[in-house]
T-cell receptor, first 111, second 112 residues
Framework: NAGVTQTPKFRVLKTGQSMTLLCAQDMNHEYMYWYRQDPGMGLRLIHY???????AKGEVPDGYNVSRLKKQNFLLGLESAAPSQTSVYFCASSNNGYEQYFGPGTRLTVT | EDQVTQSPEALRLQEGESSSLNCSYT??????LFWYRQDPGKGPEFLFTLYSAGEEKEKERLKATLTKKESFLHITAPKPEDSATYLCAVQAGGGSQGNLIFGKGTKLSVKP
């Protein structure tokens, strides 16, 4: 099992550009999450999903959108990137809403 | 407001020198407390879940304990490969499903 995978690993965007981050899990987990990690801030929840076709806002949702069309995939979109969205993004999944298993991360720089 | 505070921010140990990391929390109805290990450039790796005061979990040189206000991660006779950032997170009752509140972590360095 690959566990949780994220694509791409690195990306550089210019202000105003858009992109989509892909998260895939092969553990048949119901719950999926998107976090961002910034120095001195810890991990903060952006959006999450409790099942296929559902999404909900987390602590810092502004400027991001998500979709969960298939159970194994969770997409995070940035419609108009801003320098404040420079961060490391982590996807996680859980089968019971308790223990979460994280992917390797995507390092995004917005110039 | 639900909050998690970890101390110290950084800890430097000699190989074999045992110590403890602290995670104090204020949360309305604790559903679970989680410890993760994070190596540089990688995602957090799940270590333990603790659900109620008095509970303890062990894995190799690590032992996690839980009280009503805090959790400790005890490291016995650490080795250089234990060097990493250790993250604590709590899940509050009554909130959204599975949402974790993370502390900022303790960066542990173990010198040979």
């Amino acid at each position: 099992n690959a566990g949780v995978t994220q694509t791409p690993k690195f990306r550089v965007l210019k202000t105003g550009q858009s992109m989509t981050l892909l998260c895939a899990q092969d553990m048949n987990h119901e719950y999926m999450y998107w976090y961002r990690q910034d120095p001195g801030m810890g991990l903060r929840l952006i959006h999450y999903s409790v099942g296929e076709g559902t999404t909900a806002k987390g602590e810092v949702p502004d400027g991001y959108n998500v979709s969960r069309l298939k159970k194994q995939n969770f997409l995070l979109g940035l419609e108009s990137a801003a320098p404040s969205q420079t961060s490391v993004y982590f996807c996680a999944s859980s089968n019971n809403g308790y223990e979460q298993y994280f992917g390797p991360g995507t390092r995004l720089t917005v110039t | 407001e639900d909050q998690v505070t970890q101390s110290p921010e950084a800890l430097r140990l000699q190989e074999g020198e045992s110590s403890s990391l602290n995670c104090s929390y204020t949360v309305s109805g604790l559903r679970g407390l989680f410890w993760y290990r994070q190596d540089p450039g990688k995602g957090p790796e799940f270590l333990f879940t603790l659900y109620s005061a008095g509970e303890e979990k062990e894995k190799e040189r690590l032992k996690a304990t839980l009280t009503k206000k805090e959790s400790f991660l005890h490291i016995t006779a650490p080795k250089p490969e234990d060097s990493a950032t250790y993250l604590c997170a709590v899940q509050a009752g009554g909130g959204s499903q599975g949402n974790l509140i993370f502390g900022k972590g303790t960066k542990l360095s173990v010198k040979p």
